[in-house]
């Protein structure tokens, strides 16, 4: 099993930024992918960035160039970061983690994008 710990979430104007971590409870090398997804109010959780750990990140495209998804090996850390926000970005985003066939998500962080 692993757990999964989410910050970063918070209040911020359109267009602002916002920088979310994910911390999970063993190493990425025990980790066969990881990913950011959101589910906004009366709708389904949809993903956002999801990588298998050895290869490249995909992007839904409606966060295409604005959010980037990468990982800090010393601090065993995953970010999302999300730029030029939107009020539809507005939601509560998840961390997910995939660990010998089984989906793992964290509690969750809001992001509330208004002005």
């Known amino acids: 099993q692993v757990q999964l710990v989410e910050s970063g979430g918070g209040l911020v104007q359109p267009g602002g930024s916002l920088r979310l971590s994910c911390v999970p409870s063993?190493?990425?090398?025990?980790?066969?992918?990881m990913g950011w997804y959101r589910q906004a109010p009366g709708k389904q959780r949809e993903v956002v960035a999801t990588?298998?750990?050895?290869?490249?990140?995909v992007y839904a495209d409606s966060v295409k160039g604005r959010f980037t998804m990468s990982r800090d090996n010393a601090k065993n850390t995953v970010y999302l970061q999300m730029n030029s926000l939107k009020p539809e970005d507005t939601a509560v985003y998840y961390c997910?983690?995939?660990?010998?066939?089984?989906?793992?998500w964290g509690k969750g962080t809001l992001v509330t994008v208004s002005s």
């Open positions: 997910n983690a995939r660990v010998g066939g089984s989906d793992y």
């Open positions: 063993r190493s990425f090398y025990s980790i066969s992918g």
């Open positions: 990588t298998v750990l050895s290869d490249s990140t």
